[in-house]
């Protein structure tokens, strides 16, 4: 098992960045794919974006490709999501999470873990 704690969002204009770090404890960060999700009000938790334990070709929701970038630095137990040219419609708690295996899961239920969430407020 692994904790996760979310941090650094905020409430921006349409067209600003922000920059979400997920901070897990323990030794075995790097033997965790790890994946962003987010949920707005009255609306299903989705997928945003996972990596791989290597970190090697990040899997995106079609919604923020081109967009948004997760990255990992295993030496310091930390995934990132770079937010850009946030829209609106970006609005949304955003969840990390975490799961002991490979490759790039998609689906909430294939994670084991999940931070306390962030929330991310867009303005028009």
């Known amino acids: 098992q692994v904790q996760l704690v979310d941090a650094g969002g905020g409430l921006v204009q349409a067209g600003a960045s922000l920059r979400l770090s997920c901070a897990a404890s323990?030794?075995?960060?790097?033997?965790?794919?790890m994946g962003w999700f987010r949920q707005a009000p009255g609306k299903e938790r989705e997928f945003v974006a996972a990596?791989?334990?290597?970190?090697?070709?990040?899997e995106y929701a079609d919604s923020v490709k081109g967009r948004f970038t997760i990255s990992r630095d295993n030496a310091k137990n930390t995934v990132y999501l770079q937010m850009n040219s946030l829209k609106p419609e970006d609005t949304a708690v955003y969840y990390c999470?975490?799961?002991?295996?490979?490759?790039?899961?998609?689906?909430?239920?294939?994670?084991?873990?999940w931070g306390q969430g962030t929330q991310v407020t867009v303005s028009s």
């Open positions: 990596i791989s334990r290597s970190g090697i070709r990040p």
């Open positions: 999470a975490a799961v002991p295996r490979g490759g790039w899961p998609v689906m909430t239920y294939e994670y084991t873990d």
């Open positions: 323990g030794r075995t960060f790097s033997r965790y794919a």
